[in-house]
């Protein structure tokens, strides 16, 4: 497993209300491209059908939910059963965990199979996440655009989050902002996006 790269271009995004900052290469391209391939191939993917408000919610294409818990997570009224954190994302969250200073125990693995797989604009404030939560958010493959606007004033920032970048969102940014991954016209090819979360056993849901 590579080190990370030096954390010289780390950059805040939000302006206000909580914390969003990305390091655009934490991992080099060498391991990016091993770290995809081994993910895709050891992932049992899963395809969550979703229904919010009574009608059809758009989610990142397959995703699945590995925990150093039992805690299923549930969100937009489905729940993800909980699979085993396995040994190579375990050493991610790891470094994940020395260069943003916190703690994790699970992530949601997603597959953007190409532009028309997204995520439509959310807060990952569910309980389990705890009142202000550290989301570590590891992209690989191909660049999409990350979206986030603030709840009150609408104010949006829009960035790349290309392959081998962290970008970590902390504080008040899931009370004060929401996020997306739009679709895209243009071609593009598979992304994986690991989120790392420390979700809490007992919070009730
Ligand atoms: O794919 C991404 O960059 C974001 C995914 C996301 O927001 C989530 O899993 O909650
Ligand atoms: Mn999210």
Known sequence: MSTPSLFSDKRELLPFDGSAWLIPKFFEPTHT???????????????????????????????????????????????????????????????????????YNSVLVNLYRDGNDSVSWHADNEEINGSEPTIASVSLGATRRFDLRHKESGETVRVDLEDGSLLVMSGLSQHCWVHQIAKTKTRVGPRINLTFRRVISNAKI
Request: negative net charge; contains cysteine; charged residues 15%.
């Open 33 to 103: 491209a091993h770290l995809f391939q081994q993910i895709m191939d050891e992932t049992p993917w899963e395809m969550p059908e979703m229904v919010m408000f009574g009608k059809k919610y758009s989610q990142a294409g397959l995703s699945t939910w590995f925990t150093n818990t039992n805690v299923s997570y549930v969100y937009s009224g489905i729940t993800r059963t909980p699979h085993a954190m396995t040994p190579v994302l375990q050493a991610v969250m790891d470094q994940c965990t020395v260069a943003s200073g916190a703690e």
